[in-house]
């Protein structure tokens, strides 16, 4: 796993806490909750990505 990944993980989790955080302050709890869910799916996708290439990288070990 690229470390480049576990640093573009935490820079999206930081930018999202941090509008979350101005988006509650300013009484926008909705728009908070998106950006959150926002976040989550492109971390998600990110994870995802990794997780297609571990299970191709398996099947061709194992040859199926």
Do not use: N
Not at 10 to 36: D, N, Y
């Amino acid at each position: 796993m690229d470390v480049e990944l576990i640093f573009k993980i935490a820079a999206v989790g930081i930018i999202v806490a941090v509008l979350s955080q101005l988006l509650i302050r300013s009484g926008r709890e909705e728009q908070a909750m998106l950006t959150t869910l926002a976040g989550l799916v492109v971390v998600l996708t990110l994870v995802i990505s990794q997780i297609s290439q571990l299970f191709s990288t398996v099947k061709r070990l194992f040859g199926f």
